[in-house]
């Protein structure tokens, strides 16, 4: 999340944790694939796959180490070990839209470029909406694991979330009983269901799939508790809301 939000803003970004290789949402370093290719351009160096190493992060001798205090790529636990190799920033990123985390992280590093990259997302956004015929309202926003046996739901407080609303979505959320079902630290941005949480937690009359192919959206409107509903596949995976916002959109089905 956070390395695509310092790439849009010119940050000298000199290396970065990364995840599995070569999956739908990484590239082959295990950078997420939307800002993937700006990462190669820019010469940025994957750190390490998977869990932090304070080691790899010393070799690098950066004058700057940021953290994320949730989520997956969080390395909020060696946050001593990485206070002792350069000053460092902690971010949560769980709360905050793709625009207030790049003010947030161009006012505490100083990145005047952070400005104009918010100006210029937000006459995208506008021009977006502009176009956008919006499917049947409130809609569930997803990314889908493990062949539709599990989800994580974006929250209206995600990144996602908040630009949904923004472009005029409304967020269809699950009963109260399940929205608590948080996890990944203290994460709000996310409702992760499973199992029969599954069926009960995706109340919304269109599915929004993030990071989706074609066939996951085949394997929802094949389950039963997809079958009545419209899924909309979104191409913007791993957290980050590239320039281009929402590359691909296509209806595999209507309610």
């Not at 599995?20 to 820019?42: I, M, N, T, Y």
């Not at 390490?48 to 205090?69: F, K, Q, R, T």
């Not at 309202?137 to 694991?145: C, G, I, T």
């Not at 799939?209 to 394997?219: R, V």
Request: overall charge neutral; some cysteine.
């Amino acid at each position: 999340m956070l390395t695509g939000s310092l790439l849009a803003i010119d940050a000298p970004v000199i290396a970065s944790g990364a995840t599995a290789p070569g999956s739908r949402l990484a590239d082959e370093q295990g950078f997420f694939r939307q800002w993937g290719a700006v990462a190669k351009q820019k010469g940025v160096k994957r750190l390490y796959i998977g869990e932090s190493s304070p080691e790899a992060v010393a070799v690098e001798a950066p004058d700057l180490i940021i953290v994320s205090a949730t989520g997956n790529d969080s390395a909020i636990k060696l946050v001593d070990q990485f206070s002792t190799i350069a000053p460092m920033l902690v971010v949560n990123y769980g709360d905050k839209s793709w625009q207030q985390l790049v003010t947030l992280l161009g006012q505490a590093a100083g990145y005047e470029a952070a400005a104009a990259c918010v100006k210029a997302f937000d006459a995208q956004e506008a021009a977006l909406k502009s176009k956008i015929a919006l499917p049947p309202q409130p809609v569930s926003a997803m990314v889908v694991n493990g062949d539709g046996r599990a989800v994580n739901l974006w929250t209206s407080e995600s990144a996602q979330g908040k630009l949904l609303e923004q472009l005029g979505f409304t967020l269809a959320m699950p009963p109260a009983g399940l929205q608590q079902l948080h996890s990944m630290g203290q994460r709000k941005d996310i409702i992760q269901l499973s199992g029969d949480n599954v069926a009960s937690g995706l109340n919304g009359n269109t599915f929004l799939l993030f990071a989706a192919e074609d066939k996951t959206a085949q394997q929802v409107m094949q389950n039963p508790f997809g079958s009545s509903k419209a899924a909309l596949g979104l191409r913007a995976g791993g957290g980050d809301l590239p320039s281009r916002l929402l590359q691909r959109h296509a209806f595999a089905g209507a309610s």
